[in-house]
């Protein structure tokens, strides 16, 4: 080949040698884009253990999903949270709030309004000689929860020394503690000085236990004196017997629940001061009782709304 023409072939000869070039890139280019545009598949292992074909989570759905997650308020927003938190504790101090006097115990030991506009047919609803059993008070309890009614449970200081947990069950599931002395003796026939202990030592054993000392007080067998109300006076305790017996405890009426349920209905009347204890038979008797009371037009008053006699009822001697 004479130079000449190698000179001229030679810049034909690059020229073809570039353009192979451009055509082997924008083929490149056109295949990684169609393989960026394709969804690749990844094989997932089933619990059986044979292999499903799954699509991969696309980047860019997964950001969209972020960004209305965030639009929708499920990310986490510190007003709203401080909004809930102001809107949770006003519902407990609701729940706990304690409601206002509005009912005193008088001389018959009947629940007596403290004016004439509040409703005067209720019934106050007792449990003495407890705590006894965990079965028996959540099958009580779970009755006055059904009928939205609370009670006084008057324990016994020797039974919350020997279960403490039982008193603090029904603390915990709203009920009132009552004050029933330590022993379940006959206090009139005992000193001063030793009912003094019996009732005072109740009242510091259910403050160390539930943190709160009780504002009720019934002596057993409903026997007390002078002295016994002045020493419940001291100790800020509204003293109270009964109005309505149901007769629970008595050998004739064990294991009837119907007996129970007639022994109240035949005493019922406004304002009862109804007297139960903690036994199997008043367990199963309570949710037809409590039914045919609401039948009959009866409320359930709120233990917790009874207080000190007013003084104008007192001088009226209801106190």
């Known amino acids: 080949m004479t130079p000449l023409l190698h000179k001229k072939l030679l810049p034909i000869a690059a020229a073809c040698l570039i353009l192979s070039s451009c055509g082997q890139t924008d083929a490149q280019n056109e295949q990684a884009t169609s393989n960026q545009n394709a969804i690749p598949t990844v094989e997932t292992t089933t619990p059986g253990g044979s292999n499903e074909s799954g699509q991969v989570s696309d980047p860019l759905d997964s950001s969209v999903t972020t960004d209305q997650n965030a639009n929708s308020g499920n990310s986490s927003d510190p007003s709203g949270q401080t909004a809930g938190a102001d809107q949770n504790a006003e519902n407990a101090a609701t729940e706990t709030a304690e409601p206002q006097l509005m ?26 000689d407890g705590p006894k059993e965990k079965e028996m008070i959540d099958g009580l309890i779970d009755t006055l929860d059904k009928h939205q009614a609370k009670a006084i449970f008057f324990v016994n200081g020797y ?20 004050n029933h002395s330590w022993d379940h003796i006959d206090l009139k026939k005992e000193s001063a000085a030793n009912m ?8 510091k054993i259910v403050k160390d236990t539930t943190g709160e000392a009780p504002r009720f007080f ?12 002045q020493i419940a006076d001291d100790n800020d305790l509204v003293y109270m017997t009964w109005s309505n017996g149901s007769l629970d ?28 204890h903690e036994l199997p038979w008043t367990v199963e008797a309570l949710d037809e009782l409590l039914t045919q009371l609401e039948q009959k037009g009866y409320g359930f008053v709120d233990p917790r709304s009874i207080g000190p006699a007013p003084v104008e009822a007192e001088a009226g001697g209801t106190k």
């Open 159 to 178: 039974r919350v020394k020997a279960h403490p947990e039982l008193l603090q069950l029904i603390k915990e599931r709203g009920q009132i503690i009552g």
């Open 249 to 276: 405890w008595d050998s004739k009426n064990k294991n009837k629940p119907d007996a129970v349920i007639a022994n109240v209905l035949e005493q019922l009347h406004a304002g009862s001061n109804i007297l139960m």
């Open 218 to 229: 019934r002596p057993p067998f409903g026997s007390g004196n002078e002295t016994t109300h």
């Open 103 to 128: 009912y005193h115990i008088n001389k018959a030991y009947n629940v007596v309004p403290n004016d004439e506009s509040i409703e005067k047919k209720v019934v106050l609803l007792t449990f003495d």
């Open 196 to 203: 003094r202990k019996q009732i005072e030592d109740v009242q």
